[in-house]
Structures are given as structure tokens and as C-alpha cells.
């Protein structure tokens, strides 16, 4: 693909089957990623260097899963959504799905995988031979260094998923979808709060950066 696709000012859109099948979910979902990937693409190309833009999409229908989306890599490097079919079912309009789509598509090109792993391996490191210098034996530097991954994993997690919400809402927007809209989907899950280390920001700050993106791009 090109350049990335001018803003797209929401147009009418099409109505969406209604969700009480599965056959219905799944026709929402291609719905959406066909608007929605393609530009997520073009962004990756465009911000990014010698990074994989080509994503693949997987869905998780192992029974009993909640409702989940994230983002990894194959063995290849490639950039893979993981969309569970609660969510899914579980999204209450167009807007809400293409803005998790968006926000998981903002983690690849933002790096926050490779990002994280470096911070892992930071803080075992660090937390390793503070151990170490501290006259520790094996077992306490292995607990010390598990610790300090740990930390590490957690350290700027939530500024990532701010970040993704940041990106994600310009995806969702560019893709024609209402990302305020879609951003109400933080309104239904339980509120992480502020919490030290926490993985999540909390709700309501989610959603203001949602606001405050949009309003730089309207």
C-alpha cells in the first residue's frame, strides 16, 4: 500500500448484522478489519523502518475464553492479532471493535513487544547483581532476577497502552469509525485503577487521551 489514507471524516455506515449468531458475529468482524486493517498497514509503513507490516489475524474459539484481544509474533517476526470470540460477540457496535483493533495494531507499530523485552531483560539484570554484590546465594539471585523481570515487564506497561490508545483512536478515525465511540468499550470492563505496576491505566484516563487525540485530529 501507499501512502497513508487522508482523515476520513466518519461516514454513514453500513449497518452491521445483528450479533445474536455466530455466522452474524464473524460477518461484523470481516466488516470491520477490511476497513480498519488496511490502514493500520499504511501507518506502519509509513512510521516505521524494517519492520513487518503485513498482519495476520487469528481468532481464538477455545470455549470458555473471555473476552481478549491482544498482539504477538509468529516465528517469523510477523505482527499477529489475537481476537477471542467473546470479544467479539461482546462489542456492542462497529465503533468498538475497530477501535481494539486499532489499539492492538498500535502495539506492533510502536514497538512495545521488543520494547518490553529489552525492559525485561533490564530489570533481571540489574536486579541480578544488586543480588549478587549483596552476597546472595544461587537460589535468592534466581528469585532476585525473576523479581526484576517482573518489575521490568510491568515498568512502562501502562504508558504503552496509552500510547496504543493514542495510535489506535488516529487508526479507528483514519478507518472512518467513531473512536469516542468505540473508546466506551473501557466503560464495561472492571476499572484497574492507579495501581503500582499495574499492567492498565485507569479507565477514565483512557478514555481522556482517546478525547484529547481526537480533538488534534478533527
Request: hydrophobic share 40%.
Amino acid at each position: 500500500m501507499g501512502c497513508a489514507p487522508g482523515p476520513v471524516i466518519t461516514p454513514a455506515q453500513p449497518a452491521l448484522a445483528p450479533t445474536g449468531t455466530p455466522e452474524a458475529a464473524a460477518e461484523n468482524f470481516v466488516a470491520v478489519a477490511s476497513r480498519v486493517m488496511p490502514v493500520a498497514e499504511s501507518i506502519c509503513r509509513e512510521r516505521t523502518r524494517g519492520v513487518p507490516c503485513d498482519y495476520q489475524i487469528a481468532i481464538d474459539d477455545r470455549p470458555g475464553q473471555a473476552p481478549n484481544a491482544f498482539q504477538t509474533l509468529d516465528e517469523q517476526g510477523q505482527p499477529v492479532l489475537v481476537f477471542t470470540l467473546a470479544l467479539i460477540r461482546d462489542v456492542q457496535n462497529p465503533d468498538e471493535l475497530a477501535f481494539v483493533m486499532g489499539h492492538e495494531t498500535a502495539h506492533h507499530i510502536a514497538g512495545h513487544i521488543q520494547r518490553q523485552r529489552e525492559e525485561i531483560m533490564q530489570g533481571a539484570l540489574i536486579a541480578g547483581t544488586l543480588a549478587t554484590l549483596g552476597g546472595a546465594d544461587a537460589n535468592a539471585v534466581k528469585e532476585a532476577q525473576d523479581m526484576g523481570a517482573q518489575i521490568g515487564a510491568r515498568r512502562y506497561s501502562k504508558d504503552y497502552e496509552l500510547e496504543a490508545d493514542a495510535l489506535g483512536t488516529e487508526i479507528a478515525w483514519r478507518a472512518g469509525f467513531d473512536p469516542m465511540l468505540g473508546a466506551q468499550f473501557f466503560t464495561r470492563l472492571p476499572d484497574p485503577g492507579n495501581r503500582f505496576l499495574g499492567s492498565h491505566p485507569p479507565n477514565a484516563q483512557r478514555l481522556a487521551v482517546v478525547a484529547q487525540t481526537l480533538a488534534t485530529l478533527q
